[in-house]
Nanobody, 121 residues
Framework: QVQLVESGGGLVQPGGSLRLSCTASGFPFSTYTMIWHRHSPGKERELVASISPTGGTTNYADSVKGRFTISRDNAKNTVNLQISSLKPEDTAVFYC??????????????WGQGTQVTVSS
């Protein structure tokens, strides 16, 4: 059974930090690109960060560059998102997403249920 379970969300004051974690099971984690998205009310879902299967390549949305850091531990089947210098506009549900495209071009996607991050004083 495939599972992606996010944790670490919560209420934080502007300027604060949080560390989100996503623990995966039921699929070969080390072969999947891992992605964090966020979805704020009234806005489209936004891809905020991604990391390659080996962790050697990371990418970030312009809106979070310099504030968010994605990392993974393939031995523990976890991907983390360190978020800092938080702003009220960072308030969103953050989702963990696993994606793999095989040699035949078939893409497999798995999603977590999300964790709420609320930035407010």
């Amino acid at each position: 059974q495939v599972q992606l379970v996010e944790s670490g969300g919560g209420l934080v004051q502007p300027g604060g930090s949080l560390r989100l974690s996503c623990t995966a099971s039921g699929f070969p984690f080390s072969t999947y690109t891992m992605i964090w998205h966020r979805h704020s009310p009234g806005k489209e879902r936004e891809l905020v960060a991604s990391i390659s299967p080996t962790g050697g390549t990371t990418n970030y949305a312009d809106s979070v560059k310099g504030r968010f850091t994605i990392s993974r531990d393939n031995a523990k089947n976890t991907v983390n998102l360190q978020i800092s210098s938080l702003k009220p506009e960072d308030t969103a549900v953050f989702y963990c997403h696993a994606r793999m495209t095989d040699v035949w071009g078939i893409t497999t996607d798995y999603w977590g249920q999300g964790t709420q991050v609320t930035v407010s004083s």
